[in-house]
């Protein structure tokens, strides 16, 4: 079993209990805490605030100690934390519930920072883009098959079962994680920490495709962590669906992803990467603007619709930047920018949740659509107005930034 196959194995446990807690938590939040929207924005952001308390120092780790290591923490981490939500659902106690969540999303930033780390390392520049499609695929397939089924199953299980699913998925990750080879550790650095993240910083802002993609992705983000909360009132009081649609619109979204994903790698070499970077937040807006058309006699079929458009685009998106991430970046300094970037890309999420909890329980969930749309039209306007339009290939890309 090649590297790529063991990291690939590690991600769909990994992936597998992420997306049971991205999907599970304000659905929890609603139907058995019987929280109002502003709770459920709460805990959605404890779940991503992960990314912006752990990405910095986890990329100074990736830069510095062995990455089979941190694989395996991150596995252990992850199920120490869907341990406790289990464990807090039982109590019924919101504040423990929220403070596992976030245990468990530190694990899955310490994963990925570490899987994009791991693959420039395992595979050649040409090779990238596949690489990375791969790796995403497990997470592509879970955004799908989770949430349809616990949007099966969300009224007829307790809720402690789903999270206890989610441990069994961090228990394959840590077996496979235990897998991978031991890899060179870079030379320690000198400067201090906050020089080292300054440095990743600087990086990052003075780079002409770095600093859009993490602009682009920043606000993508933002829309998104806002549709998440969103969404449950909105299906309540507008669309009048039932609650299990919920999960089968993020489960059509997980479909789309894995299409996504799995042509991403397959056209690399056959589209320019501009076209993917234009066209990932370009159809966001597309499908945002979708979700402001449905009413109480609109079919179910246009969300899951709206949502399959929404994971298409970005998931390709996804790929082509994290394979220009990798060829523009200097490997000694990979970790911390990956870090910087995902502090950005991420770390807005708990912005965005408070926000969509607060417009769409002061003003009305319509208002909280009115404000995806429009930040969704910010990221694609970011992407339009930069040199990501410039990125004809991934292999010019390697040779300008090697000369």
Not at 60 to 83: K, W, Y
Not at 131 to 156: H, K
Not at 218 to 242: D, E, R
Request: aromatic share 10%; proline share 5%.
């Amino acid at each position: 079993m090649s590297i790529v196959q063991r990291l690939t194995g590690a991600a769909y446990g990994t992936h597998f209990a992420d997306q049971i807690a991205l999907v599970s938590v304000p659905l929890v939040a609603a139907l058995v805490f019987g929280a109002s929207p502003e709770t459920i924005g709460l805990l959605v952001a404890c779940q991503s605030m992960a990314h912006l308390l752990g990405s910095i120092p986890f990329g100074i780790l990736v830069d510095q100690r062995q990455l089979r290591t941190l694989a395996i923490a991150s596995a252990l981490t992850s199920l120490a934390g869907f341990s406790g939500a289990a464990f807090s659902i039982v109590l019924g106690s919101v504040p423990f519930f929220g403070v596992t969540i976030t245990l468990a999303g530190f694990g899955t930033v310490l994963f990925g920072l570490t899987a994009l780390s791991i693959l420039p390392r395992a595979v050649g520049p040409t090779s990238l883009a596949r690489a990375n499609a791969a790796i995403e695929i497990p997470r592509a397939l879970c955004s799908f098959a989770v949430p349809l089924i616990i949007g099966l199953l969300v009224s007829d299980i307790p809720g402690w079962v789903i999270f206890g699913a989610a441990c069994v998925g961090s228990l394959f990750a840590f077996g496979l994680s235990t897998a991978l080879p031991a890899f060179e550790v870079m030379p320690k650095q000198q400067a201090s920490v906050f020089l080292r993240i300054l440095e990743g910083g600087r990086y990052v802002i003075r780079h002409k495709l770095l600093l859009p993609i993490s602009v682009c992705a920043v606000f993508w983000n933002l829309a998104f962590a806002a549709l998440l909360v969103t969404l449950v009132p909105v299906i309540q009081s507008i669309y009048h669906f039932a609650p299990g649609s919920f999960g089968f619109a993020l489960s059509a979204f997980g479909l789309a992803a894995v299409f996504g994903s799995w042509l991403s790698g397959r056209l690399a070499h056959l589209i320019a990467p501009s076209v993917i970077l234009l066209f990932g937040p370009g159809s966001s807006v597309i499908a945002a603007f979708g979700l402001t058309l449905i009413g109480p006699d609109t079919h179910e079929a246009w969300l899951y619709a709206c949502f399959f458009l929404l994971g298409f685009g970005p998931s390709m998106w996804l790929i082509a930047q994290n394979s220009v991430r990798q060829l523009v970046t200097p490997p000694e300094t990979l970790g911390r920018v990956n870090a910087v970037i995902q502090t950005a890309i991420y770390g807005v999420r708990p912005l965005g949740a408070l926000v969509g909890g607060l417009i769409a329980g002061g003003l009305g969930p319509e208002a909280g659509l009115i404000f995806v749309l429009c930040t969704y039209g910010l990221s694609f306007l970011v992407s339009v107005f930069s040199g990501l339009r410039s990125v004809r290939s991934y292999g010019s890309l390697a040779q300008a930034e090697a000369a």
